[in-house]
DNA sequence: GACTTCACG
DNA sequence: ACGTACGTGAAGTCA
C-alpha cells in the first residue's frame, strides 16, 4: 500500500463551511461557523482517508501572477464578508495548533500550490486526495490523484470523489481537457469568458473531435457544425487566453517538502484551547483527557499543609519574606438550605466560577444544625512569588487547622501583606464569614478575615482577577480560573467541570480528608487528593500571577479608576446586601397563591368550556391550534415554528372571542403564582429572608442581575401582580425607604448629548414627555393631548434603546411610515442628539468600543455584520450601551457611597435591594430623617451631570406602600 | 437544551 | 430586501 496524502484548498472549504454552516458565534462574539464547518469536514475526510500526509494551501490577499492577468474578471467579485473573513486567520491558527502544514505563498494561488504539490506527491508514488469546494481542481484528476467535493446535504455531508474515469463519465471529457472545456465554454463563477456563443455541448463536441484547443485551431477546417467553427474563428484569442487562465500550474517553485506535512496526533492541548476559546462544544470529545489535561505550561511548586504547627511555620516565614502581594482563595461549596434544587446560572458553558453551584437534591453532609449557611467553607490556598517563582500552599480545612485557626492565619498574613490578589472577591466574602461562624449574626456582616476599618485601604488592597477581566471584557459568561489563565497568563487549566465533573467540592474533601490526613491513601486516592489540591492551588496561583497583566490592561484602557472606585467597592457592598437579605412574609405569600389558585381554577374551566375541549393551555402549541385552527380565529398572525400566542397578538383578538381574555388572565395567574407565589417562597431561609444573588458581572453594559431568585423582576405594573410587593417588608422596628431615580436614563442622554432643549427642559424641571410632544408636534406645552404625550413618550424610550421605526410603530401600534415621520420630526427639534447617537455609532465601528461616562466599555462586534440586520443590531447597541452604562455605572456609585455613609455613621439601616435605577433601604425607625438625607444627596450627587440629577424617597413598611 | 412567553428597569 | 426596539432571569413545553 502507497502512501496517502490528503492536501485541502483551505479558502474553498472554508467558503463552503461558511454557507453551509448556519451562523454560530461563540460567547464574545466571535463567529466560528466556518471554522466549526472546516474542521468537521477536515475530520471526516480524515478518518475515511486515514493519510500518512497532510496539508492546507491558502491564498494569499495580494495580487498575484495569474490574479494580475485577469484582475478586471475577478474585479466584479463581491467581496468576503465580514463574517467570514474574520475566520480565515483563526482557522489557520486552529490548524498550526494541531501542528497542521499550511502552505500560503506571496504570489502564488492555493489551487497552483496545490497542484504542484499533488504532481509531486503523484511522482513519489503517493496516493492523493485533494479537497475543494469547486470543480476547478478537476483538471487535476489521474488515478492516484482523487478530488474530492464535499457537499453539506441536510441529515450529514456526503463527498463526491473523482479519479480520471469520473471525470470522463460525469463530463464527457478528460481531467485535462477540462481546461479546454473552460478555454471554450468559459466559466461564470471564475469569471473566465471563453468564446463568445460556445456553451458547454458544443464544447464537449469539440473536444470529442479534437483532443484540445490547439489542434481543433490547427485544423480550424474540419470543425463541426459550421457554426460552432465561425464562433471560435471569432473567438479565438479569448479561447488561449480563457485556457490560460484555466490552467492550474504544477511547477511552482515551493519551498516544501511532503516529509514536513507528516501527520502527527492533531488533537494537541493548544488546539483544545481553541476549541474552548472558540466554544465549539460538539469537538470537544474529540479531543482525549490526555490533551486536555496536558498543559502548555501549568503552575507548578505546590506544597500541601496538613498539621497546624507547619501551617503556623509557614505563614510566620511568608511574613518574614514579605512578598508585594499574596493571591489568596477560600474554596468551598455553594449550599441551598431549602432542600429544593435551585436553579443554575443560564449562562454557564465551558469555564466556571471558583466554586460549584449544584443542587443539593441529596441530604446534607454534614452540619445540619445550622442550615442557614449558604456556604461551606473547605479551605484555604495561598500563592506567592519567591525567589523569581511561584509557589503555592493548600491547607484542608481539619480538626487541627479549623475554620478559626485558618481565618487568624490568614489575618496574620493579610495585615502585613500589601496587596491581594483573588477570583471574585464577593464570593470569597461569603466563605470567610462562613469560616469565622458569622452566620449567626448576619444584620451585622463585618467580617474580621478583612480589615474594614478603612474602605478606602481595603478596596486598594485587594485585586479581583475576575471583576477585571469582566471589565476588559464583558460578554464572555464565565470568570473562573481556567478563563483567567487561558486569556491573560496563556496557560492551560483544567476546569472545574473537568477536573471534577458533576461532583461538589465537598464531596471529593470528604472522600478523601482522612487519607490525606494520615497519609495512608492508596496510588488511586493520591490523584484524586493531587487534583484536588492542585485544583484549589491554581485559584490562589492565577490570581496572583495573572493581577499584574489585567491590572495594566485596565490602566491602558482607562478602567483602573472605574475599577478601583467603582466596581471593587460594589463587589463588596453587594457581598454585604446579599448576607443582609430581605425580609419575606411567606404567610402573605401563601395568602396571594390561594387567590390565585382560585382564580386559575376558575379561569381554567372557563376556557375549557370555550374550547370545547381539555388542553394544556400553557402549551404555545396546542394554543394556537384550538384558536387559529379549531376556532378559526382571524390573523393567525405570526409564526416561526407555529403560531404566535404572545401576549400582543392576543391582545388584537380580544374582541373576537372571550376565551382570549380569560387566556391572557390565566397566562398572567399561572406566571405570577408559578413564579412569583411558588418561585419565591423556596428561598425564604430560616432568617425569614430572602438572600439573593446580585451578580457584578453578567451583563453586557455594566448593570447588576439579580438571580436566586431575581428581585430585580417583582411585579409593579398590573394590580394583581403588585401585590407581592407586600410580601416584602422591613423588620421589626424597621420601616422600607425606597428611593429611585427620575428618569435617570434620559438625564444621562441630555447630559451626554449636550443638546439644549432637552437640558433646558430638565432644568426648568418641565414634564419633559409633555416637553417633548410640545416640541415635536409643535403644540403649546398647555395643550398637549395625552396622545401625543404617549407618543412623545414611546419616542423618548425609543431614543434610548437605539431608536428604529419599525419598532416604535410596534410600540405605538402605528405604521412604520408614521413611526419614521415621528422620528424625523424629533431629530429636527433635537439635532445635537441625532449628532450624539450618530457619533457613537461611529465611535463604535471604529474602536470596536461603546464608551460609557466613565470609560467602562463594551465590545460591539456586531456592527462590523455584513448581515443587514446583524449591523442594525450592533448600531441600536452602539446608541444604548452608553446611556444605559452611564446609568449603572451612577447608581453603582450611588449605592457605595450611601452604604459607606450608613457604615461610617454608624447606622443599623441597610440596602437591601437595588433594582437598576432604586434603592431599598431598611431603615431603623430612628434614622428615618437621617436616611432619607444619606439617600436623596448622595443619589443625586453621584455624577455631575448638565442637568439636576433627581432622586425620590418613599417611606413604607413593606416595599408595596414604599414604591 | 432550544424555544416561547412574560416579569422588571 | 432584510424583519427589530435596549438590558436582564425564570418557568413551562417539547423534542
Known sequence: MSEKIVLIDGH??????????????????????????????????LDTEKPEYLTVAFDVKKPTFRHEMFKEYKGTRKPMPEELRQQVPVI???????????????????????????????????????????????????????????????????????????????????????????????????????????????????????PSVEEAY??????????????????????????????????????????????????????????????????????????????VERPKNFKYLKKKIEVKRFADELIKDAPEVVGVSFFGDEWSNSGVTKKKNKKKSGGQMAFVFDDISAVSLEDESDSTNEYLFLGLSLSYEKNGEYETVSI???????????????????????????????????????????????????????????????????????????????LKDSYGADDIARDYLDMTIPSYSERFGKSRLSEIVSEIDDDYLRESADEEKNVVINNLLEYTGELSYVAVAGYKNLESTLEKTGMIKLY???????????????????????????????????????????IYDLAGEEFNINSPKQLGVILFEKMKLPFAKKTKTGYSTSADILEKLKKEDPIISKILDYRQFTKLKSTYAEGLAVFIENDKRIHGKFNQMITATGRISSTEPNLQNIPIRMEMGREFRKVFKAKDGFVFLDADYSQIELRVLA????????????????????STASKVFHTPFDEVTDLQRRNAKAVNFGIVYGISAFGLSQDLGTTRKEADEIIKKYFATYPAIKAFLDEKVEEAKETGYSYTKFGRRR??????????????????????????????????????????????????????????????????????????????????SAAELKVPLIAEVEQGDDWFEAH
Open 12 to 45: 474553498s472549504i472554508l467558503n463552503r463551511a461558511f454557507y453551509g454552516v448556519p451562523d454560530l458565534t461563540n460567547s464574545e462574539g466571535m463567529h466560528t461557523n466556518a471554522v466549526y464547518g472546516f474542521l468537521n469536514i477536515m475530520f471526516k475526510i
Open 564 to 606: 478601583r472606585e467603582v466596581e471593587m467597592p460594589t463587589a463588596y457592598f453587594l457581598y454585604q446586601m446579599e448576607r443582609v437579605g430581605v425580609k419575606a412574609d411567606i404567610a402573605v405569600l401563601e395568602q396571594l397563591a390561594k387567590k390565585l389558585d382560585r382564580k386559575i381554577i376558575e379561569l381554567e374551566s372557563d
Open 396 to 474: 484542608l480545612k481539619n480538626d487541627e487547622t479549623d475554620g478559626d485557626f485558618l481565618i487568624e492565619t490568614y489575618k496574620k498574613i493579610q495585615k502585613k501583606i500589601p496587596h491581594i490578589a483573588l477570583i471574585d472577591w464577593k464570593n470569597e466574602l461569603h466563605l470567610t464569614a462562613v469560616a469565622e461562624n458569622l452566620s449567626e449574626d448576619r444584620e451585622a456582616p463585618l467580617q474580621m478575615a478583612f480589615d474594614d476599618s478603612d474602605l478606602d485601604r481595603l478596596f486598594n488592597k485587594i485585586s479581583d482577577v475576575s471583576i477585571a477581566a469582566y471589565l476588559i471584557n464583558p
Open 859 to 940: 465590545p460591539v462586534p456586531e456592527i462590523k455584520s455584513s448581515n443587514f440586520m446583524q449591523r442594525s443590531f450592533g448600531e441600536r447597541i452602539a446608541m444604548n450601551s452608553p446611556i444605559q452604562g452611564t446609568a449603572a455605572d451612577i447608581i453603582k456609585i450611588a449605592m457605595i457611597k450611601v452604604a459607606r455613609k450608613l457604615k461610617e455613621e454608624k447606622l443599623k439601616s441597610r440596602i437591601v435591594l437595588q433594582v437598576h435605577d432604586e434603592l431599598l433601604v431598611e431603615t431603623s425607625v430612628d434614622e428615618i430623617e437621617k436616611v432619607k438625607e444619606i439617600l436623596i444627596s448622595n443619589m443625586q
Open 218 to 295: 490547427e485544423h480550424i477546417e474540419e470543425v463541426e457544425p459550421k457554426r460552432a467553427r465561425e464562433l471560435l474563428r471569432a473567438g479565438k484569442d479569448m479561447a488561449f487566453l480563457s485556457k490560460k487562465l484555466a490552467t492550474i500550474k504544477t511547477d511552482c517553485e515551493l519551498d516544501y517538502s511532503i516529509k514536513d506535512a507528516k501527520l502527527e496526533n492533531i488533537f494537541t492541548s493548544e488546539a483544545f484551547e481553541w476549541i474552548k476559546k472558540l466554544e465549539l462544544k460538539s469537538l470537544v470529545k474529540k479531543f482525549d483527557s490526555e490533551a486536555m489535561n496536558k498543559a
Open 92 to 210: 489557520q491558527d486552529v490548524l498550526e495548533a494541531m501542528g497542521i502544514t499550511i502552505v500560503k505563498r506571496q504570489g502564488f494561488e492555493a489551487d497552483d500550490i496545490l497542484g504542484t504539490i499533488a504532481k509531486m506527491a503523484e511522482a513519489e508514488g503517493k496516493e492523493v486526495t485533494l479537497v475543494s469546494g469547486d470543480r476547478d481542481l478537476l483538471q487535476l484528476a489521474t488515478k492516484n490523484i482523487k478530488i474530492s467535493i464535499p457537499k453539506t446535504k441536510k441529515g450529514g455531508s456526503e463527498v463526491e470523489e473523482y479519479h480520471t474515469e469520473d471525470v470522463i463519465e460525469k463530463y464527457g471529457v478528460t481531467p485535462v481537457q477540462i481546461i479546454d472545456m473552460k478555454g471554450l465554454m468559459g466559466d461564470t463563477a471564475d469569471n473566465i469568458p471563453g468564446v463568445a456563443g460556445v456553451g458547454e455541448k458544443t464544447a464537449v463536441k469539440i473536444l470529442k473531435a479534437f
Open 751 to 770: 447630559d451626554m448629548s449636550e443638546d439644549e432643549h432637552l437640558i433646558q427642559a430638565y432644568k426648568n424641571g418641565d414634564d419633559i414627555h409633555r
